[in-house]
C-alpha cells in the first residue's frame, strides 16, 4: 500500500547582504502601564565557520552585543526568543529561515512600560525589516538525477525536466534507452 500525494518541495529562505542594520520600537500605550521594547539588530549571512560552531542551533545564531546594561539581562532571553519564533515562517513565501546571524547590537529600555512580551514584538519586527534590506532569497534543494528512458520519449522526458527548471548534464547510450 503506498501514500501518494502532491510532491512538497522544502524550500528555505535566507539573506545575501551583510551588516544590514534594523532599528525597531514597540511602544504601546493603553490607559494603564504601556509597553516598550526598543532594539537595535545586525543581520549578516552566517560564514561556513559559523555554521559549524556549537552555539549555532537551527542554522541560526544569535549574538548579544550589549554592553553596560542598555537593555536589562532578563530582556535578552526575550529578544532571542522574538527572533528565533519569527525564523520558523520567513517573510518571502513563509518557509523556515536559515543560514542567519543576528546581533543584537543597541536598544533601550523604560522602567516601567517594558517586558519581555514587547522586546519579543520588538525583536520580531526589527527581523522583518531587516531581513527585507537584506538582500533575501528564496533557496531550493538541488539533487542529482539520473533517468533511463526509451528514445521514442527522450524528447518529451527531457521537455519535462526542463519545465521543472532541472538542469540536463548530459546522455549517454544504456541496452535500455539513454541516460539523461
Known sequence: RANVGKPQVAYRE???????????????QSGGKGQYGHVVIELSPMTEEERKSENVKDDFLFINDITGGIIPKEFIPSVE????????SGPIAGFPVVGVKVKLVFGSYHDVDSSEMAFKLAASMAFKQGFAKASPVLL??????????????????????SRRRGVLQGQDDSPSGKII
Do not use: C, F, N, Q
Not at 81 to 88: A, D, V
Not at 140 to 161: A, T
Open 140 to 161: 531550493e534543494p538541488i539533487m542529482k538525477v539520473e533517468i533511463v528512458s526509451p528514445e521514442d520519449y527522450l524528447g518529451d522526458v527531457m521537455g519535462d525536466v
Open 14 to 28: 535566507t539573506i545575501r547582504k551583510s551588516d544590514v542594520k534594523s532599528d525597531y520600537k514597540h511602544a504601546k
Open 81 to 88: 526568543k522574538g527572533l528565533r519564533e519569527t525564523i520558523t
